[in-house]
């Protein structure tokens, strides 16, 4: 058994975590042991590996927030999941690792069938893409909403969940070869940033008044950005891959009345009952299960190779998300 482990933070995140092997302890009564089939790399594991993400585990800690697994043994007074079932992990588990051990109860059962790639990505992106276009504006079929960073896996999900909605996308990207995964996964408008971008939007979309702009940059990017949208739109913040300030100029916020918000799913998971959270999981679950939702999947890696991993995943020019899939 391996797993990926930090016993400190620093800027080079492939340089504080390494693979080191473990025994999993004896299963006490209600819990199971699972063998994590697919585990994704997102930017909030970088961040928390150099101790820049604004929930940070004690150390030493286990790399990975999200997953899926197969229910390998089970411990007493455990009846289900069935073993050899697919399941969720639980969020923050520390899934960068050949098996876990969980309370049985916390293990949400998946389609044995379905693509567990697909799966191991969907507790972290997929509810954030759907929440950035739900919680803010009450759109109306065939409006249009505007993103940035619109290649990364939070912007392609939202390409396919807007349409899957009903409303149309402005995706507005920072290199030219990125723009055609986003057209290919179904963006209505793709375009460069640029000083001009304002401009171009308004041509490419008839002058429509844009109510609601989704930013995961920062810096001068959310000035472009809040430049496209119309009197009382709002703005929604959940990145900033630039690493500088949101940059609005007063004057939007002041003569054009727009609201600068910012998003975090850990604080809309801790304050949304648990019904509401467990729906909205099951929908985007079938969503991916059926393939109506996926995301590109650049590369995979052992355990083993985590350093590689990690690396990769912070490299820039991506096409598609980094996985941890443990070989057995």
Known sequence: MLRAQYERRGPVPQDVIAAVEFTAPPLQAGQALVEVVAAPINPADLLTLTGEYGQLPPLPAIGGRE?????????????????????????????????IVADAAQLRPLPNEADPLQLSMMTINPPTAALLLSEFVSL???????????????????????????YRTVNVVRRQDAAAVVRETGGDVVLLDGEDLAQRVAEATDGA?????????????????????????????????????????PEALVFRDLTLRGFWLVTWFQRTP?????????????????????????????????????AAAARGGRSGKILIVPRR
């Open 140 to 166: 109306e079929p065939g409006e249009w909403v505007i993103q940035s960073a619109a290649n990364s896996a939070v912007g392609l999900y939202l390409v396919q969940l807007a349409r899957y909605r009903g």
């Open 274 to 310: 648990e019904e509401r959270r467990r729906a909205l999981v099951g929908e985007l679950a079938g969503l991916i299960a059926t393939g109506k939702l996926h995301a590109p999947v650049q590369a995979t890696y052992d355990v083993s190779e985590i350093k590689d991993a990690v």
């Open 209 to 249: 008044h844009i109510r609601l702009g989704i930013d995961a940059v920062g810096g001068a990017a959310t000035g472009q950005l809040a430049d496209c949208l119309c009197e009382g739109a709002t703005l929604v913040c959940y990145g900033r891959m630039s690493g500088e300030p949101c940059a609005v100029q």
């Open 67 to 99: 997953g899926v697994g197969r229910v390998a043994e089970l411990g007493p007074d455990a009846r289900q999941p069935a073993i050899g079932q697919l399941v969720l992990l639980p969020p923050g588990c520390g899934s960068w690792s050949t098996h």
